[in-house]
């Protein structure tokens, strides 16, 4: 059975987003997080609202679920997919600290 990853790095979704692949950005912060700075496109959904909310989240398509580091869109990951079986999901590792790093050095950091 092959690995396959759940994850994917800042400069690869820049990639796929400059290649105008069809991804749908659920962001799992705060809203003050997010107002503060967030990937154009996403989708505000905090982490406590998810189990809520689910149905928000496309099903078919790829999912990039982004927060601060990358530990709470991980959360979600596991929420989404051992609880309702989604299998369309991607964590931005590192979250919005490794686009910021690796990607966009202009992009707000906290």
């Known amino acids: 059975m092959e690995s396959v990853s759940l ?3 800042a400069e690869e979704l ?13 962001d799992v912060r705060q809203p003050e997080e ?8 996403s989708m505000l959904l905090p982490l406590d609202e998810v189990p809520r909310r689910a149905d928000e989240i496309r099903a078919d398509g790829p999912v990039v679920l982004i927060c601060h580091h990358g530990v709470r869109s991980a959360q979600a990951l596991g929420y989404l997919r051992h609880r309702l079986g989604r299998t369309n999901l ?3 590792r590192g979250g919005v600290a490794a686009w910021a790093a690796q990607v966009d050095p202009a992009f707000p950091r906290y």
């Open 7 to 9: 994850e994917i790095s």
């Open 14 to 26: 820049h990639h796929r987003l400059q290649a105008g692949d069809d991804l749908q950005l659920v």
């Open 34 to 41: 997010f107002d503060y700075c967030h990937l154009p496109g």
């Open 90 to 92: 991607l964590n931005l």
